[in-house]
């Protein structure tokens, strides 16, 4: 059954009789535009994209939120329920459609399609049912937006953002993956947790894959800008090596709990991507570990080029620059082993 989303629908002209313009202004419609506004698309309005578009409206990010999706009436059903909220939020222009010309000319893409991961299947699992997908997505919205800035959330995150890099065309520095910025969140929740602090006062990092093979940074641990692995361990004991893997186990494994919980993870990988969008487009130079083109940093090979987390500087031009971490042996060669692992499923696909 068809909805009317506008009053245009039921018969009514474009003139309200409200308000009239003052002498030699412009008419109130179409608006003149005096500065360029800010278009955000997000590709998937299941759980996750829906939360994202969300969490983006919620906090004023864009003039304009289009959603792309295949589900016909899932995605209409989606856009009325945001658009019936316009009476309280900031004025967004919410727009669908089932082809991507719905996202010409956007700033920012977020890519949240593909298949949902199930209760016991890993995210690499979900490599050959998303790569298709991806083939079909990816050049209609480079060919749209081509100054655009991909940000891609689906899993396999790392090895789909090889493939948004290689079938966009784009260079690698607007190409980026949500990564372990929420597997970090999580690093940081479970210490300051136990600290009773403020998470925003810890900065830990997962790096590398997001996923199994992912690396936590334990050297690097500090608590209001102050080293605190050593204090760590002199004060708690408990704070020993097999401890601190059983932290980072906690980290990878919290995912799945959540959808084997609920079925899926929605919120906080929208307040995570929201996170990475206000970077992005307010050019706030923020450090987030975030998948990137990671070729010759800490031992991994030139030849390899694949993309896992790394804290990056994120900006309005995409990667400003990486990090360069000072790792112990110990993780840089779990760093080396966990981009082998994402190498060797990027040379399963072809590209």
């Not at 079909?136 to 090895?159: F, G, M, Q, Y």
């Not at 190409?175 to 479970?190: C, E, M």
């Not at 919120?267 to 923020?286: E, F, K, N």
């Amino acid at each position: 059954m068809h909805t009317t989303v506008s009053l245009s629908e039921l018969g009514f002209d474009g003139s309200s009789g409200i308000f009239r313009p003052v002498a030699d202004s412009c008419p109130l419609t179409p608006t003149t535009t005096h500065r360029r506004l800010t278009k955000v698309s997000v590709i998937g309005a299941g759980n996750v994209g829906m939360a994202i578009a969300q969490t983006i409206l919620t906090q004023n990010l864009a003039d304009e939120i289009a959603l792309l999706d295949a589900n016909r009436d899932k995605l209409r059903g989606e856009t009325l329920d945001l658009q019936h909220a316009a009476a309280f939020l900031p004025r967004v222009r919410i727009v669908s459609a089932t082809d991507a010309a719905i996202t010409k000319n956007s700033d920012l893409v977020v890519i949240t399609a593909g298949a949902r991961q199930v209760s016991g299947e890993t995210r690499l699992d979900l490599l050959h049912r998303n790569v298709a997908l991806y083939r079909k997505i990816v050049p209609a919205v480079a060919e749209n937006s081509p100054e655009a800035l991909l940000l891609v959330v689906s899993n396999p995150v790392d090895v789909l953002t090889y493939v948004a890099w290689r079938l966009s065309g784009f260079p690698a520095s607007r190409v980026i993956g949500s990564g372990t910025n929420l597997d970090s969140s999580r690093f940081r929740f479970l210490i300051a947790d136990h600290l009773q602090v403020n998470a925003q006062d810890i900065q830990a990092y997962m790096v590398g894959e997001h996923g199994d093979s992912s690396v936590a940074i334990c050297s690097s641990i500090s608590v209001g800008g102050m080293p605190a692995l050593k204090s760590l361990r002199d004060n708690h004991q408990s704070f020993d090596e097999a401890a601190l893997e059983g932290i980072r186990l906690a980290v990878v494994g919290s995912a799945y709990e959540v959808i084997g919980l609920k079925g899926y993870t929605s919120w906080a990988i929208g307040y995570s991507v929201a996170s990475l969008a206000t970077s992005l487009l307010r050019d706030q130079r923020r450090v987030h570990p975030v998948s990137v083109l990671a070729v010759g940093f800490h031992g991994i090979s030139d030849g390899h080029e694949v993309f896992l987390s790394l804290p990056a500087c994120l900006g309005r031009d995409g990667i400003l620059g990486v990090a360069e971490m000072d790792l112990t042996e110990a993780e840089a060669a779990q760093l080396r082993r966990s981009a082998k692992t994402l190498w060797e499923n990027c040379q399963l696909l072809g590209l």
